[in-house]
């Protein structure tokens, strides 16, 4: 058993009782501090910057030097499979991510090969085994995936489209060939995820950003059931601790119940969500990450600290609750600003704790 | 009272037996239609179009003429109100609404004034009456609104923001700026909604396509509170029938309770909520408006008669659900397909009325 000196955020995943409650944000390695643009200035582009070992170790470290996060999060796009499967990642100046080369038939899916990390991935388990070291067991550190029908968005659609015409068109009119694309996902996802483990990751997220477009039926059927495949084939342990698995659905609020019979050992929660009602839905069944709007940031520090102080009283007293936004931090946001945020979580969280 | 033709829409919003279950689509009169383009390019551009009385009245019907649909909705737009209070309505192309004076201070708030429709927006109660005249009594007319908090987020950004950067900035470091300008708005929007029924509308909605991005909190302090009092404020009889009102948070599945409990007869859903959670979770308190999501449009006839199906089979048998998509139909639907989908409707909904 790894002797980590914080292992706050790995107790409160398993519900066991903690002294405050752990905070970290999505994206925290990113564009609103100066030092992460000076290093994605020196690296070039977003791709070569997660693609360069020593660079991507250091961004994920730099939130950390700032702030007394309880975790940190392996620096990494969720599009690297994709990208290994050969469809040309790149990213447009101020227009996300796009592909060169769109799946558009049968073919394109039938052609897809499963990724395997070792072969096609090496510089994301390089990046964990780095970062590992880095950390020096200071806190434990989280990898993570996009979930199989985020990726199938972006393989379809060729980048960001907000109205998923065309992913949705597959899902209505070719459910079998988005199932197969899926089912080829999952097992790229599976395999990823447990080469992070294997390499030193101590905890997994998958990210599903676009499961929350789908209709219920859908989200079951083309996310859920996928997520839960990933989650069935996953190391869930190493180094003698559980490796828990966090499931975030944006705008997954109304599937609380399902998400929580996903084999999950948390869900992430969006600010939609009213975390009291949240934690009465899943018994205590699983865990609850969230859930601040990260546009609070932008407030006063005594409106930010006035809403930390609301979303712990929601929650309540008790294990089970890790801090953290309801979607990534924006690039706008003062660094200060999220001083006095993280300071918030851990100042006003302990009369929460026995 | 009025010798409506088909008032199966009012009946199914009251929660009294029909013999089918009514259909209407959000955005009917709209860009899908060729017949709608060619009277566009006639007006000229799309606020023209919202000005002019007989456009207005034609556009609305013209769905009309194609489809048996059960109930007829006010060409509009949702942005009217501010136009009216002086911003200065102007639409992009391709870029969606914009003002040309946003708000940006205390002052600027102070000096809106609340609208009265019959001196500031006269086209569109005339529009109203026009159009009741035309429909001689087939099928009811819906009149409608932006909620207060959907109007503001334009009047703030100055447009579309999928961030909701300002109007978010407003909401946590001025809110009580926010809240003059929402009581403005929602005394604006209750006196606009009384004068269309007073000119014919038969049913109103009050559309709260952003109310879906607040957190759960925000959502009833700045977006709800609002609409229960537009609600409390409304004429709810004419003709010596009572006149409905619908209330559709987009992304608000989560707080249907609150929805249920805001004094509305009807609450829209969007695809991402399931009907039949949905109807045990108001429990017959209301009736429920919805929602087949609208990409299904895209998809092949058997599929849409399908989606018809499941979803009317989730609702179960009875009185209470008005069949709608969960949003606007987009510009790219074949108008057939709209042909196919309100016939499934017609044709499979009889088997779950008594």
Redesign the interface.
Known sequence: MSDLKNDTFLRALARQPVEYTPVWMMRQAGRYLPEYRATRAKAGDFLSLCKNTELACEVTLQPLRRYALDAAILFSDILTIPDAMGLGLYFAEGEGPKFRKPLKTDADVDRLAVTETSRDLPYVTDAVSLIRRELNNSVPLIGFSGSPWTLATYMIEGGSN????LS??W???HPERLHRLLDKLALSVTEYLNAQIAAGAQAVQIFDTWG????????RHFSLRYMEKIIAGLTREADGRPVPVILFTK?G??WLEDIAASGCDAAGLD????IA?ARARVGGRIALQGNM?P??L???PE?VEA?VE?ILSLFGRGAGHIFNL?HGI?P?INPDTVACFIDAVHRLSPSFHP
Do not use: H, I, M, P
């Open positions: 907000r109205d998923f015409t949705k068109l899902l209505y009119n929350g477009v789908l209709s219920d039926q859908a989200y705008g609020g109304q600010w939609t969500t009213d009602r709007d546009a609070v932008r407030a006063a409106v809403e609301r309801g924006t706008d």
